[in-house]
């Protein structure tokens, strides 16, 4: 079982930016592929960004490509998604979510994640 949890979450004007951190539980941290999904109100949970367990490969939704920035540091067990230039279409919950072993599924599907924190809201006024 591996814990995640989401935080530094906030309410930010339009234009500004956060940075969301995700720590997570036990030794192995390093050889997981991470990632961060956001769910509004009444829609459907999609990708947001992944980092390949290297840090080598990133991969950014359209929607935040050139905006969002995924990293971590593996020696702490932390995953971070700097945010700027906010939007109000940014508001959601966001999740961070980690992959432990291979998966049919690709790296922007839900499915290919088997753990998942339980989320930090951001807020973003228009």
């Known amino acids: 079982q591996v814990l995640l949890v989401e935080s530094r979450g906030g309410l930010v004007q339009a234009g500004g930016s956060l940075r969301l951190s995700c720590t997570a539980s036990?030794?192995?941290?390093?050889?997981?592929?991470m990632g961060w999904f956001r769910q509004a109100p009444g829609q459907e949970r999609e990708f947001v960004a992944a980092i390949s367990r290297n840090t080598s490969m990133t991969y950014y939704a359209d929607s935040v490509k050139g905006r969002f920035t995924i990293s971590r540091v593996n020696a702490v067990n932390t995953l971070y998604l700097r945010m700027n230039g906010l939007k109000s279409e940014d508001t959601a919950v966001y999740y961070c979510?980690?992959?432990?072993?291979?998966?049919?599924?690709?790296?922007?599907?839900?499915?290919?994640?088997?753990?998942w924190g339980q989320g930090t809201q951001v807020t973003v006024s228009s």
């Open positions: 979510a980690a992959s432990t072993g291979p998966s049919t599924a690709r790296y922007d599907s839900t499915r290919a994640f088997d753990y």
């Open positions: 036990g030794r192995a941290f390093s050889t997981y592929v």
